[in-house]
């Protein structure tokens, strides 16, 4: 059976790394949609609209596991869906895990656009549409100022740049390192020692204080050292509650304290509140 040739599904609730997959994909000459979670990604694979997905493993409502599940056992003969794992987890057991759940491969984070291109060729072949040639592009990364030449790479390491940047903006430090770190890995396979620079700079300005705490740290600090409850402060700031309790452990780490208590005593001392 000939494969759908519709957009490409990327199933991820983080919105930059959707942002992110869908502009490699676009670059590649793929069209892409994405949805936030699971139970999404079944929902819009029912009408069998998209040749390939690329699914994220944590999500909220239906991770991404019980989403491959669901999807193969509807499936009766006939097209078997690519579905590729897109995860920052690469041990062994991990891998086990996503084919065991029906996932056909892995695409490990942070995402590196050759490798992407390389995992659609291998489970989404077309005659027409993508046109990037990754093993081209790596022998042309040859040779101080070599980068200059490849635009679609170094395009995508600033691209990268901006999206950390804009995931720092918004309290996200984990995306944050995660784009920032894979911009800076793309700069050093091209040569790129201008490009490394700036980025050592935007480390050293981070806009962290007090100890080295994020503003959103520390607008937590404030209301865990008045008493608030972390459902409280959830509510008060618009967060779930596993992402207070998140930047209370971040809190508690990078302050040194052993408790709420001691964070309140810090508080105070540090003139927080």
């Known amino acids: 059976m000939t494969p759908p040739a519709g957009p490409i599904l990327v199933v991820d609730d983080n919105e930059a790394n959707s942002i992110l997959a869908i502009r490699f994909l676009q670059k590649l000459g793929y069209p892409a949609v994405s949805v936030r979670n699971g139970l999404e990604a079944v929902q819009a694979t029912a009408g069998g609209a998209h040749p390939l997905v690329l699914m994220d493993c944590q999500m909220p409502v239906m991770d991404g596991f019980a989403a491959a599940r669901a999807i193969r056992a509807r499936e009766s003969g006939g097209h078997r869906l690519p579905i590729i794992a897109v995860t920052a987890t690469a041990t062994e057991p991990h891998r086990g895990a996503c084919l065991d759940a029906g996932m056909d491969d892995i695409l490990t984070k942070p995402v590196i656009i050759d490798v992407l291109a390389e995992l659609i060729a291998r489970w989404h072949p077309v005659t027409s549409g993508a046109v990037w040639d990754a093993q081209a592009s790596q022998g042309k990364a040859?040779?101080?100022?070599?980068?200059?030449?490849?635009?679609?790479?170094?395009?995508?390491?600033?691209?990268?740049?901006?999206?950390?940047?804009?995931?720092?903006?918004?309290?996200?430090?984990?995306?944050?390192?995660?784009?920032?770190?894979?911009?800076?890995?793309?700069?050093?396979?091209?040569?790129?020692?201008?490009?490394?620079?700036?980025?050592?700079?935007?480390?050293?300005?981070?806009?962290?204080?007090?100890?080295?705490?994020?503003?959103?740290?520390?607008?937590?600090?404030?209301?865990?050292?008045?008493?608030?409850?972390?459902?409280?402060?959830?509510?008060?700031?618009?967060?779930?509650?596993?992402?207070?309790a998140r930047h209370i452990s971040n809190i508690l780490t990078k302050i040194e304290a052993p408790s709420r208590a001691a964070a309140t005593a810090y508080a105070y001392e540090h003139r927080v509140i």
């Not at 396979?189 to 980025?199: F, K, V, Y």
């Not at 806009?207 to 404030?222: H, I, Y």
């Open 142 to 244: 040859t040779g101080a100022g070599a980068w200059r030449e490849l635009d679609a790479p170094h395009e995508t390491a600033r691209i990268r740049v901006l999206i950390g940047l804009a995931c720092r903006a918004l309290d996200d430090p984990e995306t944050s390192t995660m784009e920032l770190d894979g911009a800076r890995t793309i700069f050093e396979q091209l040569g790129a020692g201008p490009d490394i620079e700036r980025l050592e700079a935007l480390g050293r300005t981070d806009g962290r204080a007090r100890g080295g705490l994020t503003a959103r740290e520390v607008e937590v600090l404030r209301l865990v050292a008045s008493g608030k409850t972390n459902r409280a402060i959830a509510n008060v700031l618009g967060l779930s509650e596993k992402t207070v």
